[in-house]
């Protein structure tokens, strides 16, 4: 785990990590919907949110597995 943001998310537990998923979920499918409606200051959030949602997912299924 040398990645800072996921060392943030290892300690915690699968409910916690679900609802932090969820929430990137939403964030993103908001972001989308203002890239549509309106002018996205920043565009890289874009990756980020994909980038943080993949991490999380991740740590999920080793949790579980």
């Known amino acids: 785990m040398s990645h ?3 060392q943030d998310l290892f300690p ?3 409910l ?3 609802t932090r998923v969820d929430g990137w979920r939403r964030e993103l499918f908001g972001l989308r919907l203002n890239s549509v409606a309106a002018h996205v200051k920043d ?3 874009f990756k ?3 980038k943080n949602i993949a991490r999380g997912l991740t ?3 080793q ?3």
């Open 16 to 18: 916690d990590l679900k």
């Open 59 to 61: 740590l999920l299924t």
């Open 63 to 65: 949790k579980i597995s």
């Open 4 to 6: 800072k943001k996921t």
């Open 43 to 45: 565009y890289s959030q």
């Open 12 to 14: 915690l537990n699968e």
């Open 48 to 50: 980020k949110l994909r």
